[in-house]
């Protein structure tokens, strides 16, 4: 009897929760020590809502309205919604940077407008506006005096971040020649150049390139191990579902979803099973099985997603430059079969 490895769909979501717990309770643990209230919430708004008015007090955009959420401890909370549709303002509003029309937000159990709770915050802006005419390492030092770290903390803080997002390579060449992905990373880094415990990220991967956009979710990822809480807002649908424990949809400025990704995207009412492939008997089996259970079923492989099949193909290039790969099966040699096949056929076709 094959041993077959079986991955019910069900059984995942119960997993993913479990190590989600776990790691939110490393993650307080991690934080006890800070003063934090033992409530686990980061950032609370209530009944949020922002207003913008014109030169003369009059009501130009309903940007937010009424928004209630907590982001815990520990984990990645995802504000998703087209463009529009108040995200970077939340952001704003959680930061400090703009005052609610009504409603309040509380961020490590304090005002957003108190400053102090800034220190433990890093922030990546939808647009970063770094000097053009520094360097990396020049750029992040700047930030490290803002944060009034001592000569040898910002050296070694800011050698740890470049090598973090992956510019070693560039440290010394001035913003300016840098591409839109690399500016992206020094923002991350001048982020977390206070090692903070809340990181709020507007849009992170915006201007990236899929490798770019994967580097940047691991990095996220490698956040929220060490215990970090993070906040994004993105458009990106797939950012969202990759990275994100928790998400609040948005749009228009109200709040239409609010959920744990892994139960919003499950779909209740079938049962997926994973397995090597099958003989075509213990296939047909198994759906001989099912119909006598009233029920039907399709067996196929399944897709990976468009994002694996890029990263594959770029990371088998750079291993092997120059060896070219073809749709479909594969190897060139299969390649060839598959031209000569279609020849043939044109051959017969014009018979
Ligand atoms: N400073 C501002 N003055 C007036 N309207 C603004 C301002 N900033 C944003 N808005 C408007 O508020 C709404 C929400 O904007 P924003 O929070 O930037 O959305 P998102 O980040 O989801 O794209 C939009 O209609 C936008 O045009
Ligand atoms: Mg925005």
């Not at 991690?30 to 934090?36: K, L, S, W």
Request: hydrophobic share 35%; net charge negative.
């Amino acid at each position: 009897m094959p041993n077959f490895a079986l991955s019910i769909r069900k059984s995942l979501t119960v997993d993913t929760d479990s190590t989600v717990v776990a790691e939110s309770e490393t993650a307080n643990a991690a934080q006890a020590g800070n003063g934090d209230s033992d409530s686990g919430v980061v950032i609370e708004t209530r009944n949020l809502s922002k207003i913008y008015r014109d030169f003369w007090g009059r009501k130009k955009v309903n940007a937010l309205k009424s928004l209630d959420i907590e982001v815990r401890k520990g984990e990645v909370f995802g504000l998703l919604g087209p463009n529009g549709s108040g995200k970077s303002t939340t952001i704003k509003l959680i930061l400090g940077l703009l005052f609610p029309s009504s409603g309040r937000v509380l961020v490590f159990d304090k005002d957003a407008s108190e400053t102090s709770k800034n220190e433990r915050i890093g922030y990546l802006p939808e647009e970063s506006y770094l000097y053009k005419f520094l360097t990396a390492e020049e750029t992040l030092d700047f930030y490290g005096r803002l944060f009034d770290m001592s000569g040898a903390a910002r050296k070694q803080r800011v050698s740890e971040l470049i090598e973090l997002v992956g510019l070693q390579g560039a440290k010394h060449r001035q913003l300016r020649e840098y591409s839109k992905g690399m500016t992206r990373r020094v923002g991350l880094a001048q982020a977390l150049i206070n090692d903070p415990d809340l990181v709020l990220l507007d849009e992170p991967t915006t201007g990236l390139d899929p490798i770019g956009s994967r580097e940047m979710k691991d990095l996220i990822l490698s956040l929220k191990k060490q215990g970090k809480t993070v906040l994004l807002c993105s458009h990106q649908l797939a950012d969202v579902q990759d990275v994100c424990d928790r998400v609040a949809i948005l749009d228009q400025g109200e709040l239409k979803e609010l959920g744990r990704v892994a139960d919003l995207l499950k779909v209740q009412d079938v049962t997926e099973i994973h397995t090597q492939r099958l003989r075509p008997e213990v296939e047909a089996e198994i759906k001989a099985i099912i119909e006598r259970e009233g029920g039907t079923c399709t067996i196929d492989n399944p897709t990976a997603t468009m994002e694996d099949l890029f990263l594959n193909i770029v990371r088998e290039s750079e291993a092997r430059p120059g060896a070219r790969r073809v749709s479909g099966t594969g190897t060139p040699q299969e390649a060839a079969k598959e031209d000569q096949k279609t020849e043939e056929s044109q051959g017969e076709a014009g018979q």
